[in-house]
Nanobody, 128 residues
Framework: QVQLVESGGGLVQAGGSLRLSCAAS????????MGWFRQAPGKEREFVAA????????YYADSAKGRFTISRDNAKNMVYLQMNSLKPEDTAVYYC?????????????????????WGQGTQVTVSS
């Protein structure tokens, strides 16, 4: 198991930016793909972005393409989500998650069942 702690959420105006961070501990972080999901009130948790174990591959939901960037620093056991041009519909609790299995590419880890460890979430609120 891996422990994940998100930070960086907050209140921002539409068009603004936020950078979410996720600190990981507990197992060999660099062997696992990582992902970001979000959940708005009354909605199911949805995939936002994923990154391969090496950081060399990324995959995004259509809603995130061109605006969000996922990255990782394996030396620091950190994953990031840079969010630009934020919209009110981006308002949600954002969760960091770690893949259940090692060495997988981000394109195949896009559902909640692909991930075995989750953080507690960080709230992002975008005002219009």
């Amino acid at each position: 198991q891996v422990q994940l702690v998100e930070s960086g959420g907050g209140l921002v105006q539409a068009g603004g930016s936020l950078r979410l961070s996720c600190a990981a501990s507990g197992r060999t972080f660099s062997n696992y793909a990582m992902g970001w999901f979000r959940q708005a009130p009354g909605k199911e948790r949805e995939f936002v972005a994923a990154i391969s174990w090496s950081g060399g591959g990324t995959y995004y939901a259509d809603s995130a393409k061109g605006r969000f960037t996922i990255s990782r620093d394996n030396a620091k056991n950190m994953v990031y989500l840079q969010m630009n041009s934020l919209k009110p519909e981006d308002t949600a609790v954002y969760y960091c998650a770690a893949d259940r299995y090692q060495w997988r590419q981000p394109v195949v880890v896009t559902t909640t069942t692909d991930f075995g460890s989750w953080g507690q979430g960080t709230q992002v609120t975008v005002s219009s």
